[in-house]
């Protein structure tokens, strides 16, 4: 478990800010890399659960996240939940690294790119991603609507 | 060492070689330093490419109206930048782009480049233009022919 110097450690959550917003943490994950965490506020109506794709929160400067609207473009997502955040709260999303997405309602296939779905907020789409595609990241499994996917994840917002 | 805006006639870094600073709450700005290989000074808000054929980071200001590969679009002056001259361009983070006059940018959209003038922008048009081209986002609206805040992540 990586943690700051501080002691905030990813999957710290709190009502109050521990850390500058757009915060980053590096950690490793054994033969996956390395991890890139990023602090953020969830200045959603609705909490960020695990797998939740996150994205920059309408006419914002700083790192208040949002479940990211349908169809959301690739640039405006800021990393994706691996653990619960509640609204009003703050801690680390996954920006980079492996982790875990939740599927759209068309599912989730393996070894293909994956964007915002345009069924429902905060999943993740690979139904006619074309390898042209401006990303956020790559399947390693197929799995069914609504259900979580491992994926290597690379959010550029 | 040079700062992030510090501009000069010679080589005061590597070509290539980047910096960071903070702002508060809205994460780090990476800038990158370039030559202005061009014959056009690099103003506030314009986009910087890599030169044809160079291996350095030469740049120039954006082609009107041509949509570039986000992989060549390598930052967003911040300041003016003459031609012939080095200094630092903002690679990722929030800062200020220049929109071309033909149409305006809504916050969230997204951006490429192909702007009516040089080094300007224009949002990304979903099934006409390639995603691959987008590097940025607006955070606000922005007028044809303005300036205001973007976020970046220029890869080139």
């Not at chain 1, 997405?101 to 069924?119: R, S």
């Not at chain 2, 990304?124 to 976020?151: E, W």
């Amino acid at each position: 478990m990586g943690f700051t110097g501080a002691g905030i450690a990813t999957d710290t959550v709190s009502t109050t800010q521990l850390a500058p917003l757009g915060f980053e943490l590096t950690v490793p994950d054994g033969d996956n890399g390395f991890q890139v965490w990023i602090y953020v506020f969830n200045d959603d109506a609705a909490s960020l659960v695990e797998g939740t794709i996150c994205a920059r929160d309408a006419a914002t400067t700083t790192y208040d996240a949002i479940i990211a609207p349908v169809d959301a473009p690739t640039i405006r997502v800021m990393g994706v939940a691996q653990h619960t955040i509640v609204a009003g709260s703050y801690g680390f999303i996954l920006r980079k690294g492996l982790g875990e997405v939740l599927a759209d309602t068309g599912g989730i296939a393996a070894n293909l790119p994956m964007v915002v779905g345009g069924a429902v907020v905060g999943r993740a789409d690979t139904t006619g991603v074309a390898a042209t595609t401006y990303a956020f990241g790559f399947a390693t499994e197929t799995v069914a609507a609504t259900a979580l996917a491992t994926c290597f994840i690379n959010c550029p917002g | 060492m040079p700062t992030s805006t510090s501009v000069s006639a010679t080589a005061e870094a590597e070509l290539g070689s980047t910096l960071s600073t903070n702002v508060t709450d809205s994460g780090s700005r990476t800038w990158i330093y370039v030559l202005n290989e061009g014959s056009v000074d690099l103003t506030v808000g314009d986009v910087a490419i890599r030169n044809t054929t160079s291996t350095q980071f030469r740049v120039v200001i954006a082609t009107a109206g041509t949509l570039i590969h986000a992989l060549r679009v390598v930052g967003v002056a911040q300041h003016t930048i003459a031609a012939g001259f080095y200094g630092y361009v903002l690679q990722r983070g929030l800062g200020t782009i220049q929109v071309g006059s033909g149409a305006s940018v809504s916050d969230t959209e997204a951006l490429t480049t192909g702007g009516v003038e040089v080094g300007s922008v224009i949002k990304f048009a979903a099934g006409t233009t390639a995603p691959a081209c987008v590097f940025g986002m607006a955070v606000a609206g922005i007028s044809a022919s303005g300036t205001g805040n973007a976020f970046f992540d220029c890869r080139g």
